[in-house]
Structures are given as C-alpha cells and as structure tokens.
C-alpha cells in the first residue's frame, strides 16, 4: 500500500471488523492488503514488510485464504517467489461457496424434523423453521449471485468474474 495513509488506514479498518466477525487478526490483514493494494500482486516478503509480520504468520494466513477463493497465486515469469493477489470474483465465489453450507443446515433440519416427529411441537416448529429458512437460502442466493455477476459484467465488459458456485 505504500505511503498512502488513508488506503492503510482504511484496510486495517476493514482487518479489524473482519476479526470482529471472527476472521483470525494477521488472516485479515493480509486479505485487506492485497485488497487495497495499489500492486496486482504481492510476495509474501512483501506482506511480511507492509504488515511488518513473520514470514510464518504471512503463511498460515495464505493457507487460511487461498481455499475460500479470497487470495490466489499467481505465476510471476522471472521470479522465484509466489506471488499473491485478491482475485477478481471473490465475492461472488465467496457467497457461492456458502451453497454447500446452507444445503447442509437444511439437511440438518430435515433430520431433526425427523427426529422431532411432530412439527407442532416447540422442538419441530423450530426445525420447520430452520429448514424453511434454509430451503429459501438455498432457491434464492443462486440466482442472486448469478445476477449480480451480469450485472457487474455489463457495467465492466473488460473485467472478469470468477464461475464458481
């Protein structure tokens, strides 16, 4: 981010609401930083030096961000170090891969719909409620995230989404 204060300022901002919501501290700072970053992409020397944090903590926070599509690597011709980016289409990726998420709860529910025999009972009213709750995440967020995705790509025909979900 070099020396543009309000860009640092404003990606530690973001870091600290993300650890708020129980994202790991050092995980979202190096998300936020290549997020707000003025740089397509960042070396892991780069991230320890921005954040002045361990080559470690820069590691175990690429492990934590690279399986939910919100860091990639990416080849870098010349160099022998990874280099990392904020890929175009997280988001939308991100929501997608809520999808298995949501089908499993409502799986759940329907288990203990089962189990709960009665949903007239306080045990199958809430279960009934979960599982209706889940089964409309499930129909819904789909289409959702595919509309947000040709919008965004009419607005910006030169930019990419991720497919994923």
Not at 104 to 125: N, V
Request: with cysteine; proline share 5%; net charge neutral.
């Amino acid at each position: 981010m070099g020396d543009d204060k309000r860009l640092r300022d404003a990606a530690e901002k973001l870091a600290l609401i993300l650890a708020q919501g129980g994202m790991q501290k050092t995980t979202a700072r190096v998300m936020t930083c290549l997020l707000f970053s003025q740089q397509e992409t960042l070396t892991a020397a780069d991230l320890c030096a921005e954040l002045q944090i361990s080559s470690g903590a820069v590691s175990g926070a690429v492990k934590q961000l690279a399986p939910s599509g919100l860091l990639e690597r990416v080849p870098a011709p010349g160099s022998r170090r990874d280099h990392y980016r904020f890929p175009d289409g997280a988001w939308a990726t991100l929501m997608s891969q809520q999808n298995q998420l949501l089908a499993t709860m409502g799986e759940a529910a329907d288990q203990g719909l089962a189990a709960a025999g009665d949903p007239s009972t306080p045990a199958g009213r809430r279960l009934a409620e979960m599982k209706d709750f889940y089964t409309f995440m499930l129909r819904e967020l789909p289409p959702l995230i595919e509309r947000w995705r040709t919008d965004f790509t009419a607005k910006h025909p030169n930019q990419e989404t991720q497919q994923s979900g």
